[in-house]
């Protein structure tokens, strides 16, 4: 009877050691696909840069055209962190509406297609794009 118990523990403890590494495993695979935050703000240009050029497979070209962009939209987006969260939202939205041409004049139909989707499924960045 003992001996039976000891296994249950056994097993029980097992499992729990399993399930904890397949949790910890779920979590990293979760960061991987972000991009690199620093000191908590959002991630840079280059960083940035890296995520579009992997997901919309960007030529040289597109990708010297589009990192000052990039550049320009974060430095307009850094002023805006002392708004309400209201405001900085109508605001972002405002500058991102602003960028949207100036990246359809860089990109590929299709490239910009996926590129729409990927903002919306970023949390709806993009919902109000035509």
Not at 87 to 98: G, I, L, P, S, T
């Amino acid at each position: 009877m003992i001996g039976l118990r000891m296994k249950a523990v056994k097993y029980l403890l097992m499992a729990a050691v399993i399930a904890g590494g397949l949790f910890a495993l779920s979590l990293q695979a979760q960061d991987a696909g972000k991009a690199e935050k620093k000191d908590g703000k959002r991630p840079d240009a280059q960083a940035r840069l890296n995520q579009m050029a992997e997901q919309l497979s960007l030529t040289a070209e597109q990708k010297e055209k589009i990192k000052p962009l990039l550049e320009q939209e974060r430095q307009k987006m850094q002023g805006m962190r002392d708004l309400a969260p209201e405001q900085r939202r109508e605001k972002m939205q405002a500058v991102r509406k602003e960028m949207e041409p100036k990246y359809k004049a860089i990109l590929t139909s299709e490239q910009f297609e996926k590129w729409q989707k990927f903002r919306q499924q970023r949390g709806g960045k993009g919902k109000n794009k035509q």
